[in-house]
């Protein structure tokens, strides 16, 4: 129990479209991310799916049943908002219990749930604070908990770890994998942050501009992205593009990442000079002004001593190189 | 503190300044309350002068509540005032939520219309007003006032209001709909509760003009039944004599309830403001 199925759905505020027709399939179990960068309509498909915005067109259909005209309440999902969103005059427990009271859920099955997502959670000391006692980290946990203990078919999250700081972000992070290993419930999870979907996602949903560009797992889309716009998304520092006609090829576009490339001091494909290196102890990045490729930024593993002004050559892995059509296409 | 923002002649100036406004604005309270406790001869003899134990009289008071009725008075403005207000951040709050919450076709239009009574005083309107309340039969009722009253206040209210739900977070009242609550639950117990300062801030602005207004109790509730306390301290006021303890001794009296529920609501003001400041 837990599959989703959205068939062409479109959405439009006044004359702006912002989904531009969106088929997906998500099985029961699926953890879901939706990435793209900001406006490209992934927090509105997301409040689509909740029932929080109506579609212009097409179905949201969760188990087979076809939602689009059910209120958010009725759908069997749970959502964690990026704000939190707790109630300010509530207790943790009444937090979470809240949802379920409304749906007269016996008070003792409230309890049994709460005190099970609170353990899940490590909330059990806070039960009876309320949320402007907590600490940021604290109130996501709360929030979460409350999807829990709602025991839906399908969890929502809305950038849950974007007003987080980073250390908490990647701590929280964990705990929202290990939630979906234990729970083994559908999620779909939004985010603009490619780490986070690369690390969190069974299936990532690449969007942009109200389109889907592509639908695969973490490694499909880092090894084999259908078109320039995931392979310059997905992976950090960002892929590098060069304009085919200076490099004498038929491709329009050229691209290679940071970590496919070697540097050397004495001779490679692509002469230039180091305009910026950025030491992070793990790995050196360079950004180096090639006279062929223009600025490119090389990704090289380890320590390496490289002093603005000096020259180098930098060699792409000819196996990972990437060649794009004029469509933006990738070139088989 | 740096020396750059605290040096003795700019503190001096400013507290200056502050002091001068203060007193200009509290001379002519001060000056009602002092002479509210002189006798006749003490008010026309010295009026700037504290009363004195010769000059001290309470014969003011004693006429205002011996009058029997100035506690009818004051039970009337308090009911007119407070049904008011009451109906003001109700409705206020309710189209500014309205406006603010959902998006419909005429929205902006329809707020601008809301507000267009900022600019146009209701008093333009009296005669038909005054038409209005004659047909109806509610001509010296309590309810004529309340109405009138809930009318002018709700323009600014809306105006207010409808800024501060704007800013109550979206993902909060969205949590309230999947946890299945209504909209009329996710108006009273999660935004009305978020926007309480700016609540305290309409009702300040609307009760006292509301308190102090003497133009339509005199047009539509004159009847002794019905007269509030500005109405009714114009008794003392007559053409040849006029009792000037009295009416020092209503006025004292009538701004002690304005008062009161001034500060019932500034303190929400300044709560407010902190918790906004520290989240």
């Not at chain 2, 105006?159 to 969205?174: G, T, Y």
Request: contains cysteine; neutral net charge; aromatic residues 8%.
């Amino acid at each position: 129990m837990g599959s989703l199925n959205i068939e062409n759905v479109k959405k439009a505020f006044g004359p702006v479209e912002v989904l531009k027709g969106i088929n997906l399939e998500v099985t029961d179990g699926e953890f879901v991310v939706f990435v793209g960068p900001s406006g490209c309509g992934k927090s509105t498909l997301l409040r689509v799916i909740a029932g929080l915005e109506d579609s212009t067109s097409g179905r949201v259909v969760i188990d087979g049943d076809d939602v689009s005209a059910t209120p958010p309440a009725k759908r069997g999902i749970a959502m964690v908002f990026q704000t939190y969103a707790l109630y300010p005059h509530l207790t943790v427990k009444n937090n979470m219990g809240l949802g379920l009271k409304q749906a007269g859920t016996p008070a003792a099955e409230i309890d049994r749930r709460i005190g099970i997502a609170s353990s899940m959670l490590s909330l059990e000391p806070y039960l009876e604070r309320r949320p402007a006692e907590l600490s940021g980290g604290q109130r996501q946990r709360v929030a979460i908990g409350r999807a829990v203990v709602r025991e839906p078919k399908l969890f929502l999250f809305d950038e849950p770890l974007s007003n987080l700081d980073a250390a908490l972000r990647v701590n929280t992070r964990l705990e929202i994998a290990q939630l979906h290993r234990r729970l083994k419930a559908t999620m779909i999870y939004v985010t603009h942050d490619q780490v986070e979907a690369m690390t969190l996602a069974d299936k990532i949903v690449v969007l942009n501009a109200g389109r889907i560009e592509q639908i695969g797992g973490p490694m499909e889309l880092y090894n084999s992205p259908a078109n320039e716009f995931v392979a310059g998304f997905i992976g950090s520092p960002k892929m590098n593009f060069v304009d085919g006609a200076r490099l004498g090829e038929t491709a329009k576009t050229i691209g290679v990442r940071p970590e496919h490339l070697t540097v050397d001091p004495k001779s490679g494909a692509w002469k230039g000079t180091v305009v910026h290196a950025e030491h992070l102890g793990a790995d050196t990045n360079l950004y180096l002004d090639c006279e062929k490729a223009g600025l490119i930024t090389v990704r090289i593993f380890g320590v390496y001593d490289a002093e603005p002004g000096a020259t180098l050559y930098a060699t792409p892995d000819p196996a990972k190189t990437y060649r794009f059509g004029a469509d933006g296409k990738v070139l088989k | 503190m740096s020396t750059a923002t605290r040096s003795l002649p700019r503190t001096i100036g400013a507290h200056a300044i502050l002091l001068t406004y203060t007193a200009i604005a509290l001379f002519p309270v001060i000056l009602v309350i002092m002479n509210s406790f002189k006798s006749r001869a003490g008010i026309f003899g010295a009026p700037l002068t504290p009363p004195t134990p010769g000059t001290f009289d309470l014969i003011g008071y004693t006429t205002v509540i011996g009058q029997g009725d100035f506690i009818h008075y004051f039970q009337n403005s308090l009911v007119v005032t407070v049904a008011s207000l009451f109906f003001v951040l109700l409705f206020g709050a309710m189209a500014a939520f309205a406006l603010s919450e959902y998006r419909f076709r005429g929205n902006t239009l329809m707020g601008l219309y809301l507000a267009l009574g900022i600019m146009i005083p209701i008093r333009l309107g009296t005669v038909a007003i005054l038409q209005l309340m004659v047909a109806s039969g509610l001509v010296n009722t309590l309810t004529a006032l309340i109405l009138v009253y809930t009318a002018q206040g709700l323009p600014l209210a809306v105006f207010i209001l409808s800024e501060f739900m704007k800013q109550v977070s979206d993902d909060l009242k969205n949590a309230g709909r999947i946890d299945g609550l209504s909209e009329y639950t996710i108006f009273f117990r999660l935004v009305l509760p978020l926007v309480r300062p700016s609540m305290a801030t309409v009702a300040v602005f609307t009760m006292i003009p509301i308190w102090n207004d003497l133009w339509f109790p005199l047009i539509l509730a004159p009847s002794e039944e019905t007269k509030t306390v500005t109405l009714g301290a114009q008794l003392f006021l007559g053409q040849f004599v006029t009792n000037w303890n009295a009416i020092l001794a209503a006025l004292s009296l009538a701004i002690m309830p304005v008062l009161i529920l001034y500060v019932i609501f500034s303190r929400q003001l300044i709560r407010g403001i902190t918790s906004g400041a520290v989240k």
